[in-house]
């Protein structure tokens, strides 16, 4: 039996290297350079994919307060854990945040202090919160769908790593893709200005679309099982 400790220190460890990956793609390659979007995509996928390999037995592999929000509304998670996976999610997604930074500034490459954070200049807020809700409410409904055959155990990480590439390569140009509060807290607090003043955004939206693909996945259960 893993004990909560051991859960949530890994739901923390896995969020921190999402957050410095994914962003640090972002931070090192940039989104607008020749083959950057792509990069970026399959630096968060890529990150999915290690780090369910790494902690997919000890905490499920959320990383994402969205994710565990869906397992909690879909009763796999209790309210106790649900609340301890998203403290050490945020913690994690601020300490991946805080190791770009430094190393981002040590190494010159810090120039705009934006740390990969999300935004809404593109598509405006309700343009960001649209977005947002239906790139989560994907990413979410793969994600309980392929977790809950236990026949796909082994490709589950791969098929959620792939998921979280290609909403990313739609999002990225949008909103720089959120689909995780705990990916958007740890930049946004540290860039500040815009990013801090729309952070509500991507901490609504992510849920509000993992909600709705818990209700969705709930119903598809229900009409499979009347079969």
Not at 140 to 149: C, E, F, G, H, N
């Amino acid at each position: 039996m893993v004990s909560n400790v051991k859960k949530y220190c890994a739901e923390a460890i896995g969020t921190a290297v999402l957050v410095f990956m994914g962003c640090g793609a972002a931070v090192f390659l940039g989104a607008d350079a020749s083959g950057g979007h792509l990069a970026v995509a399959l630096a968060f996928g890529l990150s999915i994919v290690a780090m369910a390999y790494v902690i997919g037995s000890i905490s499920g592999c959320h990383i994402n307060p969205a994710v565990s929000l869906a397992m909690f509304m879909d009763k796999r998670l209790s309210l106790k854990d649900f609340i301890g996976y998203v403290v050490a999610q945020i913690v994690g997604g601020v300490v991946g945040a805080a190791l770009l930074k430094w190393i981002a500034w040590f190494a010159g490459f810090d120039k705009t202090g934006a740390l990969g954070s999300n935004g809404v200049s593109v598509v405006g807020v309700g343009g960001a919160l649209v977005v947002e809700i239906v790139l989560t409410f994907i990413f979410v409904l793969v994600i309980l769908a392929v977790t809950s055959d236990p026949a796909k155990g082994g490709l589950a990480g791969i098929v959620i790593g792939l998921t979280l590439t290609f909403v990313h390569i739609v999002g990225i140009p949008l909103t720089g893709t959120s689909v995780n509060p705990a990916r958007s807290i740890g930049p946004a607090l540290f860039a500040g200005g815009d990013a801090l003043k729309s952070l509500w955004v991507f901490i609504l939206a992510p849920l509000v679309g993992a909600a709705i693909a818990a209700i969705v996945w709930a119903a598809f259960r229900e009409r499979r099982a009347a079969r």
